[in-house]
C-alpha cells in the first residue's frame, strides 16, 4: 500500500500542520504557505474528501504581533503569548480559505475533554456538523488556559485523537521532515527515508529518536506516539514534509513515511478481546 493509495481511497482527512511548517526562517507566520495549502484543501474538497485541519503556530503569531515578548520565558507570557496569537493565527487562516470561499470555525481543546464522555460527544457533533456544512474545523490546543495536568502537549497526539474521535480514514502529519528515517538525515548522511512503517514497536528498536527542533514542542518521538494511537485504531497515519503539497501526495509524486494501520488491534478495540 501507498501513500498515493490511502489518500485516494480516503474521504475523511485531518491534517496537522506543524509550527515549523508554517514559520518562516526568521519566525514570522508563513501566510504563503497559508494561501497554497488553502488552495490544496479546497482541490480535495471538490474531489469529495473532507478535511480537519489541526494548526499549530499561535505562539509564533503572538510573537510576530509582538515581538518584545520573544525572550519571556514565565509560563504566565507563554499563556498570554497564546492568546494574543490564536487570534491572529485564526485571522489568517480565515483569510487563506476565505479566497477559496471557505469557512472555517475553530476548537480549542485540551486533554480533559478528550476524557470526558459528554465533552467528546459534543466535539464530535460539532466536527461532523461543521464539515457536512462544508465549514472547515481548525483545531488547537487551548494553551492560554492549559497547565501541565490538563495540557496534551503537542499538536500531533492532539490530531490522533481528533483522528480517532472524528472516525477519520488518514491522519495526515506536516512536519520540517520528509518522513521517519534510520537516523537525523541532517546530521547523518547515511540516513535513509522508511516509506512504509507496519510494526511501531520494531521501528523504535531501529532508529535514533533525537529531540525536538526550533520551533516545534514535539519531535519525531511524539509522531511515533500518533502512529501509534491511530493505527490501533485503523487509521493509517502519514508523516512528509509541509513543503510538499497535498495533490503532489494524492497523484504519488512525493514521499513520506506511512504507519500502516493495524488492523488486529482494531478488532480487539471492537470487539474488546485480548
Not at 493505527?231 to 509524486?253: H, M, Q, R, W, Y
Request: proline residues 1%.
Amino acid at each position: 500500500m501507498t501513500i498515493q493509495d490511502v489518500l485516494n481511497n480516503s474521504r475523511k482527512i485531518v491534517i496537522k500542520v506543524g509550527s515549523n511548517t508554517l514559520a518562516k526562517s526568521d519566525g514570522t507566520i508563513n501566510v504563503d504557505f497559508m494561501l497554497n495549502f488553502a488552495e490544496q484543501c479546497a482541490s480535495l474538497i471538490l474531489r469529495g474528501k473532507q478535511i480537519i485541519l489541526v494548526s499549530s503556530g499561535a505562539q509564533i503569531s503572538g510573537l510576530s504581533t509582538i515581538s518584545g515578548w520573544a525572550h519571556k520565558r514565565d509560563v504566565h507570557y507563554r499563556q498570554a503569548l497564546s492568546a494574543i496569537g490564536q487570534v491572529e493565527l485564526m485571522d489568517k487562516w480565515r483569510f487563506a480559505f476565505a479566497k477559496q470561499n471557505l469557512h472555517v470555525a475553530q476548537l480549542l481543546l485540551t486533554k480533559e475533554d478528550f476524557e470526558d464522555d459528554h465533552r467528546t460527544l459534543n466535539i464530535r457533533n460539532t466536527m461532523f456538523t461543521l464539515v457536512d456544512e462544508n465549514v472547515i474545523p481548525i483545531i488547537n490546543e487551548n494553551d492560554s488556559v492549559a497547565f501541565d495536568e490538563i495540557r496534551i502537549g503537542d499538536n500531533d497526539n492532539l490530531s490522533a485523537l481528533t483522528a480517532i474521535l472524528w472516525s477519520a480514514d488518514v491522519l495526515i502529519l506536516f512536519s520540517d521532515i520528509d518522513g521517519v528515517y534510520t537516523d537525523n538525515p541532517k546530521t547523518s548522511p547515511e540516513a535513509k527515508l522508511l516509506t512504509e512503517v507496519k510494526d511501531i514497536s520494531l521501528l523504535r528498536s531501529q532508529i535514533h529518536v533525537g529531540e525536538t527542533n526550533n520551533f516545534g514542542t514535539g519531535g519525531i518521538e511524539t509522531k511515533i506516539q500518533a502512529a501509534e494511537k491511530t493505527t490501533a485504531f485503523g487509521i493509517p497515519l502519514v508523516l512528509t514534509n509541509g513543503a510538499f503539497s497535498l495533490l503532489d501526495l494524492a497523484e504519488g509524486k512525493k514521499e513520506g513515511t506511512l504507519f500502516v494501520a493495524d488492523e488486529l488491534s482494531l478488532f480487539k478495540e471492537i470487539t474488546g478481546k485480548r
